[in-house]
């Protein structure tokens, strides 16, 4: 490693596999066009792969870590960084010095409610390894993505306010061995075969453009969490005035580019408007929940997945008021508050799909059945068509 980032940075080789410039110009443009820190800060990254000094939530020079952030860091593209655009790097924390220890402390750490350690939990329930990006898991989020912001600049002449890929990396050989083995000693052996093939196939780091410090709605009492942004991020004018607002535009504009937001095959997996991915700034900086419509396997399954949208922003839009609220009510005042939001989130996403539409576009008319049905046999036909994904009969054979 070599210094060239200052402030007692080093910078790791880049194995680039990946490169919006050559791959999307037009994309690429529009980036430098909102930011323009972005043609240096990229031109900087091509050269070297900024590591901190430790995986510790904080500041060296433009280079951040957020709390709650276990897989990314930040590069502000500005000298003000709470206000600064800027480029996340997800997944380079195998190149960090104390990497081992990192894992150490995952095996330790309880992920939210779940009954095993984090460095469990993510191979065994979402098959991803702890402290690690997957190749494939980074270039299939920089595919989606880049696919998202093409239609959309197209349609909408800008940018939408989600992860813009820049690059994707390849960990060199030499770490790629040495995490692999390091990560093998620190796993038990179920959760280390799920995530065995996978790695493999090679270790990514994904870099990709936010126009702001991604602040999640996880930070909302956390005043740590906040980094260099704005505690005001979190202020009830601004989270209706612009979070919510925000929201319903990226929901509204997806469903109307031909995409799902997510999908019941996306369920706890990582929803675009989970409060671990949904930002305060009315933005989101996970993409892995959004899904062609043309995928959809049926009416059942996308009549589920726009109801699901309704419920994750739902359960957003409490968390980012500091209201407890999960997927099920545990209360009479929960289940007031589920009422009274659902309803709330429902008029604002029926809106922001009126204010969406374009000419040359067309809106699946499926939408429709979920946000118009007001009659009871207009009602039971929802109902009807919901539960047709799935069912609870018994197995019989073909006729």
Same mark, same amino acid.
């Given at each position: ?250 929901? &509204?504009?997806? #469903?109307?580019?031909?995409?799902? @937001?997510?999908?019941? =095959?996306?369920? *706890?997996?990582?929803?675009? $408007? /989970? %409060? ?73 996403? &029926?809106?922001? #799909?009126?204010?969406?539409?374009? @000419?040359?576009?067309? =809106?699946?008319? *499926?939408?429709?059945?979920? $946000? /118009? %049905? ?26």
């Amino acid at each position: 490693m070599s210094e060239s980032w200052g402030e007692g940075l080093r910078s790791a080789p880049a194995d680039i596999v990946f490169d919006l410039e050559q791959a999307a110009p037009e994309v690429f443009a529009a980036v430098c066009e909102r930011s323009p820190g972005a043609p240096a800060g990229l031109e900087r990254l091509r050269g070297g792969i900024p590591v901190m000094a430790s995986a510790l939530p904080g500041r060296q020079g433009p280079v951040y870590r957020l709390p709650g952030h276990n897989r990314s860091i930040c590069i502000a593209l500005s000298d003000d960084p709470a206000a600064s655009d800027v480029i996340v790097l997800k997944g380079s924390e195998p190149l960090l010095p104390d990497f081992a220890h990192y894992l150490d402390w995952m095996t330790t750490r309880q992920f939210g409610a779940w009954p095993r350690p984090m460095s469990e939990h993510f191979p065994l329930f979402e098959g991803k390894a702890p402290g690690t990006v997957f190749l494939d898991e980074a270039a299939r989020e920089a595919e989606i993505a880049l696919d998202v912001q093409r239609r959309h600049l197209r349609t909408y002449g800008g940018l939408l306010r989600l992860p813009v890929p820049l690059l994707v990396c390849r960990l060199p050989l030499d770490r790629h061995t040495a995490v692999v083995s390091l990560l093998q000693s620190k796993l038990s052996a179920p959760a280390f075969d799920r995530v065995a093939p996978h790695l493999a196939r090679g270790i990514g780091i994904f870099a990709y453009h936010y126009p702001g410090p991604p602040v999640r709605v996880h930070a909302v009492g956390r005043a740590a969490s906040f980094g260099p942004a704005p505690r005001t991020l979190a202020s009830q004018a601004h989270i209706i005035g612009t979070t919510l607002p925000g929201w319903f535009a990226i929901a &509204a504009r997806l #469903l109307w580019l031909g995409f799902l @937001p997510t999908s019941p =095959l996306a369920w *706890r997996l990582g929803d675009i $408007f /989970d %409060a671990n991915n949904a930002c305060l700034d009315g933005g989101v900086c996970d993409v892995n929940s959004i899904m062609p419509i043309e995928a959809a396997s049926g009416d059942g399954f996308f009549v589920r997945a726009v109801v699901m949208i309704t419920g994750g922003l739902r359960i957003a839009t409490a968390r980012a008021f500091g209201l407890p609220l999960g997927e099920i009510a545990q209360s009479y005042e929960q289940e007031l508050a589920a009422f009274c939001l659902g309803e709330y989130v429902k008029r604002g996403l &029926a809106e922001a #799909l009126e204010t969406a539409a374009r @000419p040359g576009l067309t =809106l699946d008319p *499926r939408v429709r059945l979920v $946000f /118009d %049905a007001r009659t009871l046999p207009e009602l039971l036909q929802l109902f009807q068509t919901f539960n047709g994904y799935l069912g609870s009969s018994d197995y019989a054979p073909p006729e």
